[in-house]
């Protein structure tokens, strides 16, 4: 599908979602091309418009490069961002004789909201929409980090709240309490359950990461091109701006994967904590059960000269020293402070 914007009595509007109106257009937006509208965009402006698979390669000589007089910009934006479940995808800027074409094949809502913002008043150069997208892609990151940081102080509460003593959690029940904040959730934590999330959000991370990486290298070779293409002060301004920003993403992404690799070890301890605590009620059991065991056993036997058996307190004197056997190197140990 391809759409083509323009400026028209000082306003920047929808031209037409046909290839008859590219001539008068500022912008061209192609979402999912096909083949015959690949091949239009070439005919029309003489380059080799890129596929995904090109779009997707890692190489720099295959993302940033310039070709017959057209400069082409790829990075990798963000969508479907309203849960974990992030999609990466390429998009592909090529800046063309004061025009500007997107090949992308996802429609993140960063795009839409600029083009609505756009609609409202003013008109536009190829190096501002450009921009302009930008600025709306790192925005969203910026969101999703932020987001991203919240959930993971949450689940850093479920993994050590839970399981600090009572005393502790009931200060901090009270101080949030006071604060407004109600009375966090004191129920035994899952930590199962804290692990599928872990790993979900370092797989945003990750993501995040990837998408900042590949904006970053796009606007240092944007800042390269603008001795060529002259887009202004302002515009320069707006893209060291933007590589700022981008750099200060990049350092707290990695922030909250450290964040995650400290979660993601607490919680593997936190688990080991718990195997330990059922390991060692079975070894009291075995404490507490193997002496009256080997007393039963004792007597169990099927000796015929044993004293005890014409005895007529012989009985309730097994049962004492079953019972005392068990109890008293249960003490013994409680005492040593073993258990």
């Not at 979602?17 to 402006?45: C, K, N, Q």
């Not at 904006?215 to 893209?239: C, M, N, Y």
């Not at 995650?260 to 605590?277: E, R, S």
Request: with cysteine; hydrophobic share 45%.
């Amino acid at each position: 599908m391809i759409r083509t914007y323009s400026n028209e009595s000082g306003r920047f509007v929808l031209a037409g979602d046909h290839l008859g109106s590219m001539d008068t257009a500022i912008w061209i937006d192609v979402l999912r091309p096909t083949p015959d509208e690949e091949t239009a965009l070439e005919r029309a402006f003489n380059i080799g418009v890129p596929t995904l698979e090109e779009m997707s390669e890692i190489e720099l000589s295959s993302r940033l490069y310039s070709e017959d007089g057209a400069h082409f910009l790829t990075a990798n934006m963000l969508s479907r961002t309203d849960d974990d479940m992030v999609k990466v995808s390429p998009i592909t800027f090529i800046l063309i004789n004061e025009k500007i074409i997107t090949v992308r094949y996802e429609e993140p809502r960063a795009i839409d909201a600029f083009v609505a913002r756009c609609q409202k008043n003013g008109t536009y150069s190829a190096d501002q929409i450009l921009i302009g997208i930008l600025e709306g892609i790192i925005e969203r990151i910026g969101d999703l980090l932020e987001r991203a940081g919240h959930e993971l102080d949450m689940l850093s509460k479920k993994v050590f709240f839970t399981q600090a003593p009572a005393s502790v959690r009931d200060a901090a029940a009270n101080a949030e309490k006071k604060a407004g904040a109600g009375k966090p959730n004191t129920r035994q934590c899952d930590f199962q359950a804290v692990l599928v999330e872990v790993g979900h959000k370092g797989d945003l991370i990750s993501k995040i990461q990837d998408s900042l990486i590949s904006l970053q290298r796009l606007l240092a070779f944007d800042t390269s091109l603008a001795t060529e293409r002259k887009p202004g002060k302002v515009i320069d301004h707006r893209i060291k701006t933007l590589a700022t920003d981008v750099q200060a993403l990049r350092d707290h992404a990695g922030f909250l994967t450290q964040k995650i690799n400290f979660l993601l070890d607490a919680t593997l301890g936190m688990i080991n904590i718990q195997q330990t605590a059922i390991i060692k009620i079975f070894s009291v059991a075995a404490v507490v059960f193997l002496p009256p065991t080997l007393i039963a056993s004792i007597y169990g036997m099927n000796y015929k000269h044993m004293p005890e058996l014409d005895w007529a307190y012989g009985y309730p004197m097994a049962l004492v020293l079953m019972v005392l056997s068990a109890v008293l190197p249960y003490h013994f140990f409680k005492w040593r402070g073993w258990l």
